[in-house]
């Protein structure tokens, strides 16, 4: 699909995803253990059943949106079956990634994403150690361009520090964190995190927030409109997240901590920041006053935001002076540009300045994670 352009526009995504294996978790833990960690079964083209501690629960699955769409996600779905593609496969992936032109990307879990369901934190620890073991294999030690994110049993802020700092060792560069926490939990704003923040500023960890993971639920919408009312609310959560990391003083307290919110666009980010802004400087008499700068400052030196199609996230950094914009892929969800990466790229990007578009393909990824090298350009 690549020859349709005369220019590879190479990239780096801030937004991607491995499977783990069916039997990552029998293979490594005693079963006892294994029995109570997230697993999901298809039960049809169209619904999938996801088992967590005991409770179960039927989730449906995207449709796809054009039959170049379905019969691309047939082949996917027939390729993950047998192992390949990439998804759970760092050899295989890197194929994949050189024919889209992707350079290097952030790498979040799959069935990770769930671990914030579960309540027992040594659980959530036995099962942390063997995802992150599992992706310095299969990912860090095959090659610096994946950047995967730590998994932590956040049921225990200190677990989950002590899993940090050996996720440093391993060679991560990232920690992921879902957009909010079950209510026995401190809220992202807490001091109760703040020796994390320490542990990841000081290791050089970049907290990694992917849309689409509050542990709280939202009440769905039906229809008429459902689907796309639905869609549209998983992405406020990273927006709230990143005002708490902003409004509860971890910046401030961190100026060498970098925030990033995955696949929730970015024209958001000066916007938000315009809100949190206008509540410092009017409601400031019911502040506890932490803040020395705007916070609209912190969210635009420290916060990153990575995209897939919004037209709008590149006039945020092209007109808002909102820098910290990052294309994503989103490979392998259907979300995500796979297999028209560099359709997309070029539909954003070609009108554009050079410095724009180096920017927010290659600029504000490599600020953050330098260690993935340079694209042959
Ligand atoms: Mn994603």
Redesign the pocket.
């Given at each position: 699909m690549t020859d349709v352009f005369t220019e590879m526009l190479w990239t780096c995504s801030g937004?991607?995803?491995f499977s783990e294996p069916r039997d990552l978790f029998t293979n490594s833990l005693p079963k006892a253990l294994a029995d109570r960690l997230p697993r999901s079964e298809k039960i049809s083209d169209t619904e999938e059943m996801v088992h967590i501690d005991g409770q179960s629960f039927r989730r449906k699955l995207p449709k796809p949106s054009s039959p170049e769409m379905a019969e691309a996600r047939k082949k996917f779905s027939e390729a993950m079956a047998q192992g390949g593609l990439g998804a759970s496969n760092g050899r295989e992936r890197m194929k994949a990634l050189d024919d889209q032109g992707v350079w290097g990307e952030v790498v979040?879990p799959s069935l990770g994403l769930w671990y914030g369901e579960l309540k027992d934190p040594h659980l959530v620890h036995e099962a942390a150690k063997v995802a992150n073991d599992f992706v310095k294999a299969e990912l860090i030690d095959v090659s610096p361009r994946f950047v995967p994110t730590a998994t932590l049993p956040l049921q225990s802020v200190e677990l989950s520090v002590q899993e940090a700092q050996r996720a440093a060792g391993l060679g991560f560069k990232a920690v992921f964190l879902p957009v909010s926490l079950g209510e026995e939990m401190p809220r992202w704003n807490e001091d109760g995190w703040d020796v994390l923040w320490s542990a990841c500023e000081e290791a050089g960890l970049v907290v990694a927030f992917?849309i689409g993971t509050d542990a709280q639920g939202i009440r769905p919408f039906k229809n008429p409109g459902g689907a796309i009312l639905n869609y549209m609310e998983t992405t406020f959560g990273g927006q709230k997240a990143a005002a708490m990391m902003v409004a509860g003083g971890a910046l401030e307290r961190h100026p060498d901590l970098r925030v990033l919110v995955?696949?929730g666009g970015a024209t958001w980010a000066p916007f938000i920041g315009d809100r949190l802004n206008e509540a410092y400087r009017q409601h400031y008499m019911y502040d506890d006053g932490r803040l020395r700068k705007l916070p609209k400052e912190y969210i635009m030196e420290q916060v990153y935001a990575s995209f897939q199609h919004d037209e709008t996230a590149v006039p945020a950094c092209e007109h808002m002076g909102y820098r910290n914009v990052m294309f994503?892929t989103?490979y392998p969800?259907i979300?995500?540009t796979f297999p028209h990466t560099q359709k997309v790229l070029h539909e954003l990007l070609d009108g554009v300045t050079p410095e724009i578009s180096h920017r927010i393909r290659l600029g504000a990824f490599l600020e953050l994670f330098p260690s993935v090298g340079q694209p042959p350009i």
């Open positions: 937004d991607s995803h979040f992917h995955s696949e994503g989103d969800h979300e995500g």
